[in-house]
Every structure is written in C-alpha cells, then in structure tokens.
C-alpha cells in the first residue's frame, strides 16, 4: 500500500489520504488495497499516514468524550492537509464527518480543522461517484449479489444509490435487493459486545432474509456488519445449519479483486 508523507510533492491528480479503518487494517488488508486501486484508476494520488489511528468511535460511543477527542486531534493532524480523506466506512467516515464536529462545538482553536477535515471526508462509493463521477468500471464477475447498506453510512451520509450504481458497471453481475438490506445486522460497535443476544437475534433476522434469495455473495462498504454476518453464518454452521452465503467488502468486487478467500474462509 501507498505510504508517504502528507508533505510528498504531487504534479497531477487529487491529493487523496485514505483512512484505512482498524478493521481493515488488522482484519482485511485486501479491502485497503482495493480501495488504493480504485482510487489510483480514478486518478488520484493516495497516501496513507503512517500516524493514523482508530478514527475514536469506540471511546465515542462508550461515553469517553476525553479520549475520543485526544484520539481525533491525532487524525486532524494526520489529514487535514490532503485534498480529501476517503475511508471504506460508513461508520468511520461518519466518525469524522458528522460527530468530530460535534466533539469540539466549543472548542474555538479545533473548530475551523475539525470543520475543514469533515467537509472533505467521504465514505469510498460515495467518494467515487459523487466526486470522481465514475462511470465506466472494467471490472467483470459473474455472480449474483446483495448488499447490506450500514447503519453509519445510509442514515448519516446518505450511501444508498452509489454502491449500486458501481455495481451496475460490473460485466456479469446480477444485484438482488433483500429485505432487510436497511435494518440494523446488530453489530453497532460495541453494541454487539454489551448486548450479545439482542445482536443475534438482530443479526439472525438478515441471515433469514438473506436466506430468501438467490445470491451468492452479501457485499457491504462497512466491515464490522460483514463480519457479524459471517460470524453468524459460521455459528449456523457449526449447529449443522450450512449456507453457501459468501460474504465480501465491495471494494474488493469493484476493484477486481477477489482471487483472496471470502471473509471468513481460509486462502486455498
């Protein structure tokens, strides 16, 4: 992956840094990588600050304001100088976006960064076809899919129409809508954790819903939801009740990128 300096000289292209996410990162490098080459396509320069971090959500959401704005300060600094910060995350682009405002409301000195930063921030379909307007994919996979939109990115950001439009430019792909394709999978961050069965119960009603179609494949541009759905599947599978449900990052589809095992499956 792309690494340099927010310094680094540039002649040609948006200045783009991506926010890998820490879920990507420990989790899914492919999606990362996916995403460096759907942006590199469109023409842009990517960097990818070493001094990243979690984006603070966690602290956020468990009430810890001090810390989740210690945390944000970090990816202010981190960047604020680029053209536009892109993430493969609703939940993480939402971070920044809609609540690091929020956080420093009344802090006078942060206010026009934190600003600036979010203003510029965008979830990665929703930066590709808003911004970069891409139309013409040369990608191809002849499978059947659904997506399950996020939390974060429908309600906060409005990611609804732009990962199905790029998916409407894949050779071969046939897009199945499902049911519960806007409902909550349960995942939620740290919801899954304080309240483990209400998000299998949650969870288990998209495996239902999920299970009434013909895809192959749920594609999502949120980690943490694709990974309850897995791990969901997998519970299933472990009490006898095996899906053939392959579940991915949409970054990988779009990208042409799909030689690596679905999430959840080993590598060969």
Known sequence: MPNSSPKAS??????VGLFVTCLVDLMRPSVGFASVKLLEDAGCQIFVPESQTCCGQPAYNAGDTKDAKDIARLIVDA????????APSGSCAGMIKEHYPKLFADDLE????VFNLAKKTYE??????DVMNIQDLDVSLDQK?????SCAGLRELGVKDQPRQLLAQVEGLIIEEY???????????TFCVKYSDISDHM?????????ETDAEVVLGGDLGCLMN???KLSRLKDEGKESNLKVRHVAEVLAGMTDTAPIGEANG
């Open 10 to 15: 540039f002649s040609s292209g948006s200045k």
């Open 79 to 86: 960047f604020e100088e680029f053209e536009y910060v892109v």
């Open 110 to 113: 942060m206010t026009p960064r």
């Open 124 to 129: 990665l379909t929703s930066f590709l076809i």
């Open 145 to 149: 899919v659904t997506y399950h939109d």
């Open 179 to 189: 049911e519960e394709a806007e409902t909550c999978c349960g995942f939620g961050g």
């Open 203 to 211: 969870v288990g009603k998209s495996i239902d819903a999920l299970s």
């Open 229 to 231: 759905i897995q791990g």
